[in-house]
Nanobody, 115 residues
Framework: QVQLVESGGGLVQPGGSLRLSCAASGMIFSFYDMYWYRQAPGTQRALVAVISSRGFTNYSNSVKGRFTISRDNGQDAVYLQMNSLRPEDTALYYC?????????WGQGTQVTVSA
């Protein structure tokens, strides 16, 4: 059974940094494209960043230059380093794994950016 568990969220001041982690199990991790999404109250879930099974990355324009997605296939984990955080980055952050037509979501980790 595929399972994703996010961690690393919390409360941070504007301009601060956080590193989110997503630990995967029950899957051949290296075969999967990995995504970070976020959802703020009253909004739709939105793509933040993606890293392919081959390590290619892409980012939403709102986080480009501030966030970095990475993966460790030996640890079956994907990370999101978030720098220069802004209040508008406040959201529930989700990890998502996809291979062909199969996908799995984590339960989310809350990030709150506030003074």
């Amino acid at each position: 059974q595929v399972q994703l568990v996010e961690s690393g969220g919390g409360l941070v001041q504007p301009g601060g940094s956080l590193r989110l982690s997503c630990a995967a199990s029950g899957m051949i991790f290296s075969f999967y494209d990995m995504y970070w999404y976020r959802q703020a109250p009253g909004t739709q879930r939105a793509l933040v960043a993606v890293i392919s099974s081959r390590g290619f990355t892409n980012y939403s324009n709102s986080v480009k230059g501030r966030f970095t997605i990475s993966r460790d296939n030996g640890q079956d984990a994907v990370y999101l380093q978030m720098n220069s955080l802004r209040p508008e980055d406040t959201a529930l952050y989700y990890c998502y794994a996809r291979r062909q037509n199969n996908g799995c979501w984590g339960q989310g980790t809350q990030v709150t950016v506030s003074a």
